[in-house]
């Protein structure tokens, strides 16, 4: 489960100083990015580096974050090295109805894991809640869209000011709700490839994985689907070479899927999904009985 953290100092310290002890412990070890909790409660009870950050953001606003691959809720402020980076992220209270997409936009009210390690402190205001899960770890999760899953609701906190929640890679499963006032956490992110986490969404009632989380990968897919409603017999015939050969498993999946949305019959290509190495790919042969335009926008 998320470890959960809470303090009662005053101390402060820098982002400069936090970055420091960063570089001093092995970043493969859960157990000591979680030994980071007093850095980093120190650092969240510094309010001088957000109004810093704010200032230089309102100075010279047309370059200010121009490089943030995320979006405007979430801030980069500082890389560490190559595996690790801070960043603090915004979470308000909705205002809109739901055909805005606020949920979406603050990635509020649907369960996922990370395919990173996640320490994050409540900087400002009550802080988001978030309803914990997990699986059982004798569950062998293969990852696919539709899969059973043996998930179990552990716990629901609040990310409040002095508090630090340790969410691991890959195994932590957590929905975010939104605060009742204008809050914000100061997040240590670790990349972990070396665990090759995939990012899933869960749907908790039925307990069932309920998607990809969208990556590079997922943005191929849309494409490859886009590629196939052009009914070209050479844009089937590129799918169909990606769909073969290409070294990324979820890549020929989504070639796959996209053949089928331009194909009349689809048995032909359940005997080469069934054919392909990959246990996701394998596994998702049952989709292509429901058409690509029946699937969510994560499957
Ligand atoms: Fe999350």
Redesign the pocket.
């Known amino acids: 489960m998320a470890q959960i953290f809470d303090f009662d100092q005053s101390a402060t310290t820098t982002i400069d100083e936090f970055c420091k002890e960063v570089g001093h412990i092995n970043l493969d070890n859960e157990n000591e990015i979680a030994a980071l909790a007093p850095e980093l409660n120190k650092l969240a009870n510094n309010q001088a580096w957000m109004e810093d950050f704010i200032l230089c953001g309102l100075t010279e606003p047309e370059i200010f974050q121009a490089d943030n691959i995320y979006s405007a809720q979430s801030y980069m402020l500082k890389a560490i090295n190559e595996r690790a980076f801070l960043r603090f992220a915004i979470w308000a209270p909705k205002i809109f109805d739901d055909n805005l997409g606020e949920d979406n936009f603050y990635?509020y009210q649907t369960a996922?894991n990370?395919d990173f390690s996640?320490l994050t402190a409540g900087y400002l205001g009550e802080g988001y809640s978030?309803s914990l899960f997990e699986i059982p770890d004798h569950q062998n999760v293969i990852g696919y869209p539709g899969e059973d899953i043996d998930l179990h609701f552990l716990d629901q906190v609040t990310l409040s000011p002095r508090r630090v929640i340790l969410?691991e890679a890959g195994k932590d499963i957590?929905i975010?709700h939104e605060p009742q006032s204008l809050s914000v956490s100061l997040n240590l992110v670790v990349a972990q490839p070396q665990m090759d986490i995939r990012q899933l969404y869960y749907d908790i009632d039925s307990k069932k994985v309920a998607g990809f989380v969208a990556n590079e990968d997922i943005k191929r897919g849309i494409f490859f689907r886009f590629s196939a409603a052009m009914q070209s017999q050479a844009c089937q015939n590129s799918l169909n070479e990606i769909a073969l050969s290409h070294g990324c498993e979820l890549t020929r999946l989504y070639a796959f899927k996209a053949m089928a949305e331009g194909s009349s019959c689809t048995e032909h290509l359940k005997e080469m999904m069934a054919a392909d190495p990959s246990k996701i790919v394998k596994s998702s042969i049952h989709e292509l009985n429901n058409g690509v335009r029946e699937l969510s926008v994560w499957g």
């Open positions: 990635s996922h990370h996640l978030t969410y957590h975010q």
